[in-house]
């Protein structure tokens, strides 16, 4: 059971642009969405993360967009550059004895043209 | 770069032999866990600790087993190894559960014949 499910599976964007990479979960206890950045045959790194309390975090040219009603995120990447290209996925945990089990979406391979 | 050590980082066995995976950590974190990536899955949480000799399991954890005796080390075991099981693994580490991130190990490729 997919409870994190992720879109699109591939982007394509042009450097300057802007990437968009959305997740929608389930479960009404996540309270943590991480985003994670992985290039190739590297562990994934903690890109940005946010809790339900706020609807939107930046760092730097990057964005999560987050709707609790909805039960979506999402991740702006302003003025893409190519260094950018890597996977990106979303995740969730839950509070309470869930010990920071993370349930991550199925991933989206980012490619930024120069 | 988080202190996380994987080995091997490249594997191939043949189906039916003992497999072990290796995490090693310089940084004292308490929780520690091992998920498996394939395509169109993301990555799925096979057994996690929360201290030494405390463990759990995770979404995908049949046929898999894991021990923790120490703090800087977290064994994952395949007790006899399937092709299903072919996947790149990652241990990750994190010192609260609830308010640190985790940091990810850079990843064991493991291919089952």
């Known amino acids: 059971q997919q409870q994190v499910k992720q879109s699109p599976q591939s982007l394509i964007v042009q450097k300057g642009g802007i990437s968009i990479i959305n997740c929608a979960y389930e479960?009404?206890?996540?309270?943590?969405f991480p985003w994670y950045q992985q290039f190739p045959g590297k562990g994934p790194a903690l890109l940005i993360a946010i809790r339900p309390d706020v609807s939107e975090k930046k760092e730097g040219r990057f964005t999560i967009s987050f709707n609790k009603s909805a039960k979506q995120f999402s991740l702006h990447i302003m003025d893409s550059q190519p260094g950018d290209s890597a996977t990106y996925f979303c995740?969730?945990?839950?509070?309470?004895?869930?010990?920071?089990?993370?349930?991550f979406g199925q991933g989206t391979i980012l490619t930024v043209h120069p | 770069d988080a202190g996380i050590t994987q080995s091997p980082r490249h594997k191939v066995t043949e189906t039916g032999t003992p497999v072990t995976l290796r995490c090693h950590q310089t940084e004292n974190h308490r929780y520690m866990y091992w998920y498996r990536q394939d395509p169109g899955h993301g990555l799925r949480l096979i057994h996690y600790s929360y201290g030494v000799k405390d463990t759990d399991k995770g979404e995908v954890s049949d046929g898999y087993s894991v021990s923790r005796s120490k703090t800087e080390d977290f064994l994952l075991t395949l007790e006899s190894a399937t092709s299903s099981q072919t996947s790149v693994y990652f241990c990750?580490?994190?010192?609260?559960?609830?308010?640190?991130?985790?940091?990810f190990g850079d990843g064991t490729r493991l291919s089952i014949l």
């Open positions: 995740a969730a945990s839950a509070g309470g004895t869930s010990y920071g089990k993370l349930t």
């Open positions: 990750a580490i994190s010192a609260d559960a609830f308010n640190q991130p985790q940091h």
């Open positions: 479960n009404t206890a996540f309270d943590y």
